[in-house]
């Protein structure tokens, strides 16, 4: 998720670009970069790493004098950490000037046919295509210009320009990618998010979709996409810089559970092409997709129980058989790899020591290797032969949310493909898959609306000492995911268990009142996970379960029931896992714990 600032006014720009992405740190960034409009050209800084590389090379921005500037802060996605993917991006006669936040789905289409015309690209990103499209449409009139793009530009974006010949204007558009306006007392600004202007202004107009901000130094102007003016109302501020940075958030886990749904658009739409999945990064042909005699997941944590749900997905699917491995372990187990076996590592930071390591291993034996990986650049990035991106941006709170739902998205996105390839589905299923993905944002969304209710079932459970979850099949590595969610964050021992297999053991720690959390999202498996829960309830346990829309034989069983929409059975960890999220984070906000920094963890575990 990258940062924009922009300003025009009485002031020196730079310094306020500067202080103004300084605010916006928190969504995580690996370069940064201003332009600044001298009075004759417009000037372009970039610096790979912290901000303080930006500031240290302009003085704190005194070497880029002008009073009309914008700035980026990038999180690669197109194009490694680089000076020459960070933004600002230029047009060829450096007359335009652009930096854009969000994912341009159609940016290959764009601009192989802008490079048909003669543009020369100098980066990776996708941004540039929108600085040369820019320039394509632009006949002295900026906003014919940037509704024109507006009409062939597909997926998200939020975009900072400044134009040569009307340097007195900072332009401003957004789709699905979040922009802000400040109207200052000496000058007004943009912004990806509040905190970046409330130094200077706590006046702020949003920017909705598709809509353009037209600034001067003295005024802001509004139109929508078919360039005629709208009129939008300024909202006063009044959160504190802190809650500001969080987006109005009490803390950085609930704001990015919240921005799940946008996290799963992101991953799968610009895969989803003309009803059917194209994976391009996969660089892998029909013929060698047919061939993949077994798939290795390799991961640790989390990542680690997206692979075992994704097991049940390539087995069931594709009909691929699937080891799954801890990475820690599979370093050390001398692993039997098969040549036509493919190994998928999975991991958030992509910097994850023993996950790094079981790369290595499995390249060393000459198999094909693919990272499922978020953080672009990154050490199993560069080293996997193939890399697939989740789009979830930085995730700054501990405890994973957003990007494990991401890394469910590629791999359901993967095992569709291959089941088609392998041909294990029919044409006309794949239709329906699709849909049923592409409707799991909303769905999500649904979910997280009933946040109050998860609330105050788990207001109930601050002072529960054991927590158990079960499940069968895919339920069952939900209950995974569920049971670390709890204990990492809330500090309450909790486990999770195959629903079949408590009878062998664990079901002697059941007292009256344990709390035991029941995954039943498998049709078939319905009535034998119903058999579990009455065996639990017996023993004094209380039953919450989390089902699909339409269980209602379950009510009897249970004493707590929470629904999930309806959608295709190798799916339901996607949503089922929405209720548990919000479940752990409110235990661990209602005993006062440290969400987002829990006790003796680290975000990126670059030991082993
Ligand atoms: C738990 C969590 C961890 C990570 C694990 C792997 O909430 O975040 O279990 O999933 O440390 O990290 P990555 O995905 O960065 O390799």
């Not at 809509?211 to 959160?239: H, M, P, R, S």
């Not at 693919?370 to 193939?386: F, M, Q, T």
């Not at 898959?433 to 799991?440: G, H, R, S, V, Y």
């Not at 009510?555 to 896992?577: C, E, G, M, W």
Request: aromatic share 8%; with cysteine.
């Amino acid at each position: 998720m990258c940062g924009i600032v922009g300003y025009i006014g009485e002031s020196q720009a730079a310094p306020i670009l500067l202080e103004g992405l300084s605010k916006l740190e928190y969504r995580g960034y690996d370069s940064a970069g201003i332009a600044v409009y001298d009075g004759e050209n417009i000037k372009v800084q970039k610096a790979v790493g912290r901000l303080k590389v930006l500031s240290e090379m302009t003085h704190d921005g005194a070497t880029m004098q002008g009073v009309v500037g914008i700035g980026h802060t990038r999180w690669a996605t197109h194009g490694a950490p680089s000076n020459t993917n960070a933004h600002p991006h230029y047009n060829q006669a450096e007359t335009i000037v652009v930096v854009h936040n969000g994912i341009i789905e159609n940016y290959m289409k764009l601009r192989k046919r802008l490079e048909t015309k003669g543009y020369q690209f100098l980066s990776e990103t996708d941004t540039e295509v929108v600085a040369h499209l820019l320039d394509y449409y632009y006949k002295g009139e900026p906003l014919e210009a940037i509704t024109k793009i507006m009409h062939r530009v597909e997926g998200s974006y939020a975009l900072g320009i400044i134009f040569k010949d009307h340097p007195e204007q900072v332009y401003a558009v957004r789709k699905d990618s979040p922009l802000i306006v400040g109207h200052g007392k000496d000058g007004n600004l943009i912004a990806s998010d509040v905190p970046a202007v409330l130094k200077y202004t706590r006046n702020v107009y949003f920017i909705l979709n598709e809509e353009i901000a037209v600034l001067t130094k003295e005024t802001i102007g509004f139109y929508n996409v078919d360039g005629e003016e709208i009129q939008k109302e300024c909202t006063t501020i009044d959160w504190d810089i802190n809650a500001a940075e969080k987006g109005g958030y009490e803390h950085f886990m609930l704001k990015e559970m919240y921005e799940q749904p946008q996290t799963v658009r992101d991953t799968l739409n610009p895969r989803i092409k003309e009803g059917s999945i194209v994976i391009e990064e996969l660089g892998m042909s029909d013929e060698e997709i047919q061939k993949i005699s077994k798939i290795h997941i390799v991961a640790c944590g989390s990542a680690y129980h997206v692979g075992v749900t994704a097991k049940y997905v390539f087995e069931g699917m594709a009909r691929i058989p699937v080891e799954v491995d801890l990475a820690s372990e599979f370093r050390y187990r001398n692993p039997i790899l098969e040549k036509d076996a493919l190994v998928i590592i999975i991991s958030q930071s992509g910097e994850t020591a023993d996950s790094l390591a079981a790369l290595r291993e499995a390249k060393i034996r000459g198999v094909k290797t693919l990272g499922i990986v978020n953080v672009v650049g990154s050490s199993i990035a560069r080293e996997a032969d193939k890399v697939m991106y989740t789009w979830a941006g930085p995730e700054i709170a501990v405890a994973t949310t957003k990007a494990y739902s991401a890394q469910l998205i590629a791999t359901y996105l993967l095992a569709v493909k291959f089941a088609q390839v392998r041909g294990e589905v029919l044409e006309e299923e794949v239709t329906g898959i699709l849909k049923d993905l592409q409707k799991l944002p909303e769905q999500i969304e649904m979910l997280l609306s009933h946040k109050e209710k998860i609330q105050r079932f788990a207001n109930r459970y601050i002072a529960a000492k054991d927590v158990f979850f079960v499940g069968r099949g895919i339920d069952y590595a939900i209950s995974m995911e569920g049971s670390l969610k709890l204990k990492e964050i809330s500090y309450i021992h909790s486990e999770a268990y195959a629903a079949g297999e408590l009878k062998h053991g664990t079901i002697s720690l059941i007292e009256e009142g344990t709390l035991v959390a029941a995954v039943v999202t498998q049709e078939d498996l319905y009535k034998k996970t119903i058999s579990n829960i009455v065996e639990l309830r017996s023993r004094g346990a209380f039953v919450l379960a989390v089902t699909n829309t339409g269980n209602t034989e379950i009510q009897k069983a249970a004493d707590y029931v929470i629904y999930i929409p309806q959608t295709n059975r190798y799916f339901t960890n996607s949503l089922a896992i929405i209720p548990l999220q919000l479940f752990s984070y409110y235990v661990s906000v209602g005993k006062g714990c440290d969400v987002d920094k829990p006790r003796n963890l680290a975000k990126s575990v670059t030991v082993e």
